[in-house]
């Protein structure tokens, strides 16, 4: 639909988003879709995020950072479903602080992503905001037919794993804010991974491989594992102790004086961007070795069994839920 | 990414928009992402458009004609191209004013549409915004492989033609800002075609067969040939006497005293979400019984001949250039 600006959209889409094209499937981005070839033998798969200036991001976050994490929040999604991104759609609502400056540095941040992840512009629209700057994506990504993970699969006697760390998420934003006291490289450190998480690309190939069920952890270790335990009928057990934790969080969390209440905290935080997974028990050993070739740390944080919803314990002994932090808020 | 009300998420995406999902590719929005099998043979057309409260509709639209409006302009980029839709992704960013019935609203028209059109919802994200409601569209289609037309196939020597009527845009918008004067019912058409464009779905296939280059008039039917004239390196001839006007426009031009400019506007206004297309001279038969087939009206516009840029001429006489309305504000 026509813009209340179509000079800067025109420019913002020659200028700035036109070298970001997919050079066949992108057509140029001049024809409004794109087009896709079939590939036969693989499945598509397609994810959509949306996220909106102080909502989903602070205000005073460089826009280059702004783009970044809506495309790798995406691919997190592709790579948790165990699909291999090669594209993606993309809708720019620019708020009256998106100066040309500021397009710029958005599609500086897409180009640096694009190089890294390996994926490309397809199409999508750029339009203009009285309010706050809202953009949305829709990711594509191949993975071999019948092959692209649910979080229905998990079976009883599954082990559940987890990538990476825990919690930099929940404390990235607290350090954005402002509100965390720790020493100036370990605040850089959550910063960065709250602008700019890093999607297990790498690991996508293993979960379709291997995983029963899997989601990318976004809402929170336990939100997400619910999710997973609904989907597929079953009760997960969630030992909090074997939380994987970063250098930095690890140093938040020694200055706490209720170790419990903070590794809750770090499991339902939230924007974490691993993947969780369920898979045989039997595969501890295959999936510990392409977790080490890839350089990516696992960790086994408990179990499947019959039932449901998810249990979490810390000690050996189980917490009751219902507490605040049980639900994202 | 977490949104400040996950309940209300969840509960939209539950009971709201679950029902309209693709029964089998959509997952039932259970899994952040959609899966569709491959279709040897043919291609993939995608298309993203997003509108914003207060820039693309306006605050007191209702919101059932809102989501068929953003549901209706991507099924129109979808058939300009000449492919068939069948599926769409969709983000809400959800203002103030969207409390569960205007969700409700929202769904309901999705829904009506869904059954009119033939398409399912396959996923998306839905999230809260302080700011105007956003909405986002990735619309999907198949086209038969190679078969997508693109704006760059005019050759000199083709005819250009539209379907439909030009103008109910412009004059919707200007009925529903109560800034037209006429009996009530051709308000009432005017209004309806701007909340509810009816894309030329069925004409498509016809597109698909036969045109050399072809896009929806959504900028304005000059700015879109002037896309094609471009993309394709050919001068186009539009006569605007040709220009097909509905009842209500016909009504509303006849009360001008300047026809030529009463045309330049509608020419030039934009939201119309009709084809126009080019074709070799020697299809016009054909054409015209693959429209009366499908009672498409079908006008001839002009035609295309070597050169650049678009001609607009009135009454046998060429026009200037240059005019606010050549461009669409």
Not at 214 to 239: C, E, P, R
Request: proline share 6%; net charge negative.
């Amino acid at each position: 639909m026509p813009a209340l600006d179509v000079a800067g959209e025109f420019e913002t889409i020659e200028t700035l988003l036109r070298p970001l094209a997919h050079p066949e499937w992108g057509r140029g981005l001049v024809d409004d879709v794109a087009v896709l070839p079939s590939r036969p033998g693989y499945d598509l798969v397609l994810t959509k995020d949306a996220i909106v200036e102080g909502v989903h991001f602070l205000p005073d976050d460089p826009l280059d950072t702004v783009a970044r994490k809506l495309l790798r929040v995406n691919l997190s999604d592709l790579a948790a479903k165990g699909a291999e991104a090669f594209g993606y759609l993309l809708a720019c609502a620019w708020s009256e602080r998106c100066g040309w400056p500021e397009r710029e540095a958005f599609a500086a941040g897409l180009a640096q992503d694009q190089a890294r992840f390996g994926v490309f512009l397809m199409g999508g629209d750029t339009v203009k905001t009285p309010g706050p700057a809202a953009f949305s994506l829709t990711a594509l990504g191949w993975v071999p037919a019948g092959g692209a993970v649910s979080r229905a699969g998990a079976e009883a006697g599954d082990l559940v794993f987890v990538t990476g760390t825990i919690g930099d998420g929940l404390l990235g934003l607290q350090a954005a804010r402002g509100q965390l006291t720790l020493d100036p490289e370990r605040l850089a450190f959550l910063i960065d991974h709250y602008r700019q998480p890093t999607p297990q690309q790498d690991f996508a190939e293993v979960i379709a491989a291997h995983a029963t069920a899997a989601a990318d952890v976004s809402d929170g270790l336990v939100a997400d594992l619910t999710h997973i335990a609904n989907a597929s009928g079953v009760a997960i057990d969630l030992k909090l102790d074997s939380l994987p934790l970063s250098a930095a969080a690890r140093a938040w969390f020694e200055a706490r004086v209720d170790p419990q209440a903070a590794l809750e905290d770090l499991a339902t935080g939230g924007d974490d961007y691993q993947i969780v997974f369920t898979a045989p028990a039997r595969l501890v050993e295959t999936l510990r070795r392409e977790a080490d070739r890839r350089r990516v740390r696992l960790t086994l944080l408990g179990e499947v069994r019959v039932g449901a919803g998810v249990t979490v314990s810390y000690g050996g002994r189980p917490l009751t839920p219902g507490r605040a932090g049980w639900t994202h808020g």
